[in-house]
Structure formats: structure tokens, C-alpha cells
């Protein structure tokens, strides 16, 4: 009877190789930036439901007859799609159609409501004074990030 060598007969234990901590982080994968084409069409949706929203509200409120108010009121309607969602989803309704989102450059958390209100609000308004530079920023950026992303600390990147 052949004798067998226990060395031979028992599983051989390997012990995972080590990674450097440099090495590890060159390992996860980069994300992809959203081009502005694809923002833009998200946006174009958007600007869409958003739109509807707001004719079923002037039709409710008499529509010619709605009050002299109503502006400001459908001004914060399409504010706080914008803000609510980007701060809950990370994405619109838009976004998600093309399956990108917004999330904060450090982390990729989704941004608070805060930073929202600030990429939503101040940092569109400031994209857009000047003859829409800070949303054409997003076409040689790096990181494709407008003013508003700049300011707010975001990206929006493909999923």
C-alpha cells in the first residue's frame, strides 16, 4: 500500500496577498461623469413635467382669472421638484429617465437639502447670468461640473 504524504493529501492554505492601501485605491473603479448632452435631455425632461405641474395648477387656481400672485408660486413649485428630489434621490425625474444622479464629489452621498437648495437655487441662478457660462462650463470641465455643481461640491455621474 503507497503511503501518501499528509502534506500532500490536506487542502493547501493560501493567505490572500497584501494590498497596499495605495494600490487599493487605484483599484475602485473611477466614475463616469454625466456629459452635458445627457444633463441637458434630464434637464429638457424635467423643464417638461415640470411645465405640466404647472398648468394643471394656473387651471385649478381659474386660469385667466388665476391671482396676480400665482408667479412666485409656480416658481417655488419647480424649485422644489428640483431641490426635494436632488436632495432625497440624488435624482429628478429626468435623471432618472437617463440614469445618471447628483451626489456630493467627496463622498458620493447624496447631497442635504441644503447643499440642494444651494445647487438648485444660488448656484443655477449664478450658472445662468452670465449668458449661461456656468452651465456651458460642464463641456471642458473635468469633472463636467458646472458653477452650480462647483459651488454646491457636486457631480453628476452615470449609474
Given at each position: 500500500?503507497?503511503?501518501t504524504?499528509?502534506?500532500?493529501?490536506?487542502?493547501?492554505?493560501?493567505?490572500?496577498?497584501?494590498?497596499?492601501?495605495?494600490?487599493?485605491?487605484?483599484?475602485v473603479p473611477?466614475?463616469?461623469?454625466?456629459?452635458?448632452?445627457?444633463?441637458?435631455?434630464?434637464?429638457?425632461?424635467?423643464?417638461?413635467?415640470?411645465?405640466?405641474?404647472?398648468?394643471?395648477?394656473?387651471?385649478?387656481?381659474?386660469?385667466?382669472?388665476?391671482?396676480?400672485?400665482?408667479?412666485?408660486?409656480?416658481?417655488?413649485?419647480?424649485?422644489?421638484?428640483?431641490?426635494?428630489?436632488?436632495?432625497?434621490?440624488?435624482?429628478?425625474?429626468g435623471?432618472?429617465?437617463?440614469?445618471?444622479?447628483?451626489?456630493?464629489?467627496?463622498?458620493?452621498?447624496?447631497?442635504?437639502?441644503?447643499?440642494?437648495?444651494?445647487?438648485?437655487?444660488?448656484?443655477?441662478?449664478?450658472?445662468?447670468?452670465?449668458?449661461?457660462?456656468?452651465?456651458?462650463?460642464?463641456?471642458?470641465?473635468?469633472?463636467?461640473?458646472?458653477w452650480?455643481?462647483?459651488?454646491?461640491?457636486?457631480?453628476?455621474?452615470?449609474?
Amino acid at each position: 500500500m503507497p503511503q501518501t504524504n499528509a502534506m500532500e493529501s490536506s487542502p493547501v492554505m493560501q493567505t490572500p496577498p497584501v494590498v497596499p492601501p495605495q494600490a487599493a485605491q487605484t483599484m475602485v473603479p473611477a466614475v463616469q461623469y454625466a456629459s452635458f448632452g445627457v444633463r441637458f435631455l434630464a434637464l429638457f425632461i424635467d423643464v417638461i413635467i415640470i411645465t405640466i405641474v404647472k398648468v394643471v395648477i394656473v387651471q385649478l387656481m381659474g386660469g385667466d382669472k388665476a391671482p396676480e400672485g400665482i408667479g412666485a408660486l409656480l416658481w417655488l413649485v419647480g424649485a422644489a421638484y428640483m431641490v426635494v428630489l436632488t436632495s432625497i434621490k440624488g435624482q429628478t425625474l429626468g435623471k432618472m429617465a437617463l440614469k445618471i444622479r447628483v451626489q456630493r464629489e467627496d463622498n458620493g452621498a447624496n447631497l442635504s437639502f441644503i447643499e440642494a437648495i444651494l445647487r438648485e437655487v444660488v448656484g443655477k441662478f449664478a450658472s445662468g447670468i452670465v449668458l449661461g457660462l456656468g452651465y456651458l462650463w460642464v463641456i471642458w470641465d473635468p469633472k463636467k461640473q458646472g458653477w452650480h455643481d462647483k459651488i454646491a461640491k457636486s457631480v453628476v455621474v452615470k449609474l
